[in-house]
């Protein structure tokens, strides 16, 4: 059984500092689905007729867990977003230096900022995938918690383009664009600074597309999120914008169908982390013991 869910998260709840697990986190709205057949049919809902295609509008994020908070890796660093704020700034500092070697300085922000998440340094930005399918791997590929619940988030970026700033709305207007990129705002935010003076005294989720990286990037749809503090946590600001986020409770009876069948599909390790690295995450889940289903 799934569960599809909005969170109250204005209720009270606790961070843990090591894990930002969400504690007492409570539901307003519930959804079962019986199999994997009722799970497709949800996620149908989120394609969108255009041109006589679907196209989706909707940010995906697969988690293991369900109670992990929508959290950034620089929020992970500290107990509380004072910790965050004042290390952005040196630890990014330090992450150009070292990683000079292997890319100019010419290179616009938000590509070091890209290039810096996806070698795993803590930044505020916050991974996405426009496929349902990706994110859902990232729920369930972790067999040690393949009987724990986990979630799947979707968030409405297209909805979410209209709370942006005038500035990065005319930017989407002029280029007839459905989301940001790199390249469309590399004149428009150049520093930390101009992320918090484009939103002024209002608190938005800016989605872009990074750019092409490397395969990996490209395999997975990637998409990212940015806010204009380094110390706000998306949950928060989405509880205000409850029209544009959903979320689906995968309990832990139903991974391993979920997971079986995305093997079967294709989207497995292999596909998203191409190379060495990728068969060997692959192959260690493949051989991993799983304890079979109670009957």
């Keep these: 059984m799934v569960y599809f869910e909005k969170l109250n998260l204005m209720s009270h709840y606790s961070l843990d500092p090591e894990t930002f697990k969400c504690n007492d986190c409570k539901m307003n709205k519930q959804q079962s689905l019986r199999d994997w057949n009722d799970l497709q049919e949800i996620l149908g809902r989120f394609l969108t007729p255009e041109h006589n295609k679907g196209r989706a509008r909707h940010a995906f994020r697969g988690l293991d867990l369900k109670e992990f908070h929508l959290t950034t890796s620089l929020q992970r660093t500290g107990a509380d977003g004072k910790h965050a704020a004042a290390v952005e700034t040196p630890i990014f500092r330090n992450f150009k230096k070292y990683a000079h070697r292997d890319f100019g300085n010419e290179e616009p922000f938000l590509h070091w900022l890209s290039v810096a998440q996806h070698h795993n340094l803590p930044t505020r930005i916050l991974d996405w995938t426009v496929s349902p399918t990706v994110a859902l791997h990232f729920a369930t590929s972790d067999l040690t918690s393949l009987d724990k619940d986990g979630?799947?988030?979707?968030?409405?970026?297209?909805?979410?383009?209209?709370?942006?700033?005038?500035?990065?709305?005319?930017?989407?207007?002029?280029h007839d664009?459905?989301?940001?990129?790199?390249?469309?705002?590399?004149?428009?935010?150049?520093?930390?600074?101009?992320?918090?003076?484009?939103?002024?005294?209002?608190?938005?989720?800016?989605?872009?597309e990074p750019s092409a990286i490397d395969d990996q990037i490209v395999n997975?749809?990637?998409?990212?999120?940015?806010?204009?503090?380094p110390e706000t946590i998306m949950c928060d600001w989405l509880e205000q914008q409850h029209h544009l986020y959903n979320k689906f409770v995968i309990p832990g009876d139903l991974?391993?169908?979920?997971?079986?069948?995305?093997?079967?599909?294709?989207v497995t390790?292999?596909?998203?982390?191409?190379?060495?690295?990728?068969?060997a995450k692959w192959l260690k889940r493949h051989y991993f013991y799983r304890k079979a289903a109670p009957k």
């Design 151 to 174: 979630a799947l988030w979707a968030v409405d970026y297209l909805a979410a383009n209209s709370l942006l700033s005038p500035v990065l709305r005319g930017v989407l207007e002029e």
């Design 177 to 208: 664009a459905r989301i940001l990129t790199v390249d469309l705002i590399k004149n428009k935010i150049e520093k930390f600074s101009d992320l918090k003076e484009l939103a002024g005294n209002d608190v938005y989720a800016m989605f872009f």
């Design 255 to 266: 991974k391993p169908e979920i997971r079986d069948r995305l093997d079967q599909m294709n």
């Design 269 to 279: 390790e292999r596909v998203m982390f191409p190379g060495l690295d990728g068969t």
């Design 220 to 229: 997975q749809y990637a998409l990212f999120s940015v806010m204009p503090m």
